[in-house]
């Protein structure tokens, strides 16, 4: 019988780091994967993303060198070492990864795990013809990309981004269904390599669960790197053409509307991978798709956890890795090490856009009283010197008490210093709190001491407004 401490059910940023944390505190941990270890964040997702992304924008610098004096003939990419790159990122994690299980003493089963009834007290796990046992299991299968409903949806050419990785070429022209997190960064990819591309967005504006600000601000730079956006466009069907491209038929302001490209990408969101993951006989309680779980992770079902997108909510990396790491620390009883309820998020645009906590709107709707404060980028240096595009950094903060509640950033590595204002939030740090610190010049982050500054009308580099204090 092959009896384990912890089970855990794929290995994602979720799982991987689970399992890794469990051998830490000494637990004799298996990790079940069908796939290759790091999930679809590192395999498919997040890092081959932001692989191309960093490639492309490079690509679309040396074009416009002349704007630092510099001056490049002959500029042009080729996309199968782009690929090549990309896929080198990928596989050099993956092994990091391997060599993490390993060294850790994690037993690393390969296969696809479905959950059982228990049997004698004891949780199992079955992967293909073997049963393996543990007091504890953490369900960890992730997401996948979800398809539309609608007619044409299984044409060769409507592909999601596991299928758009895929492709050997860049498409001259294509037509992304989405203007998400995951529409934007490709449409960013893309566009910077050159290609012709059209945004459909249902919603009335991308980046819909953002700050209305950056969702405008991104809109207006990427119609000026020639990205066709119509939002309120609701996707009715897809049909082949004759010349062999594809067309999405949407709904705009009443007509019926069409727009045609080498390949149609649908990037409207992702599902949680539950088929196939619980045995015939076992149910746990559920919320609409998704798995249900109390505050540490516990789902129904005695002894087993889930977490990631199997659970819903804000669907990142690393809001993965922290559940994880929080339904280990309940298993083994000891005291939680990270807040998982402030999660900051990222946007790899150019510029970058990150968030976390409170919008001043959702404060607002939540009837607490706030006072806000905003740095224009435009006026930083180290903005300067780089030429950035438009950008911004706004912090929101208790009325009276100045407690930091959400900070919204629209600029270069707004993705790295987003973690400031999450430190601030998870420790009640105030706005007077975080100006003691002294920001290093010339830097992107000085824009912080300047947007905690105009809370108090004091932003040094900002045209003067009445003080607060």
Known sequence: MDKYDLIVIGAGPGGYVAAIRGAQK?????????????????NRGCIPTKAMIHASSLYREMQEGDRFGLHAEGVSYDYGKICDYKQETVDTLVGGVQQLLKGNKVTVIEGRGILQQPENGVNAVRVGDDVYYADNIILAAGSKPASLPVEGAELPKVINSD???????????????????????????????????????????????????????LKMILKKRGVDIHTSAMVSRFAERE???????????GKEQSASGDYILVAAGRRPVTEGLFADDVQPEMNGRYVKVDDNFRTSI?????????IGGIQLAHAASAHGIRAVE???GSSDSQNVIIVPAGVYTDPEIATVGMTESQAKEQGIEVVTGKFIMSANGKSLITKEERGFIKVVAEAGTEKILGAQMMCARATDMIGEFTTAIVNDLTVSDMLRSIMSHP??????????????GMSLHTAPRPSRR
Do not use: M, W
Request: one cysteine or more; a negative charge.
């Open 302 to 310: 005695p002894g087993v956890y889930a977490i990631g997108d199997l």
């Open 330 to 332: 309940n298993i083994c």
């Open 443 to 456: 830097t992107y982050s000085e824009g912080i001491g300047e947007a905690l500054e105009d809370v108090h």
């Open 26 to 42: 000494g637990l004799n941990v298996a990790v079940i994967e069908a796939d290759r270890v790091g999930g679809t964040c590192l």
């Open 163 to 217: 299928g758009l990785f895929a492709l050997d070429h860049a498409p001259e022209n294509l037509v992304i269904i989405g203007g998400g997190v995951i529409g934007v960064e490709f449409a960013t990819v893309f566009s910077n390599l050159g290609s012709k591309i059209t945004i459909l967005e249902a919603l009335p504006k991308i980046l819909d669960n953002f700050d209305k600000e950056i969702s405008q601000n």
């Open 243 to 253: 010349d062999g491209s594809v067309t999405a038929f949407y709904e705009e302001k």
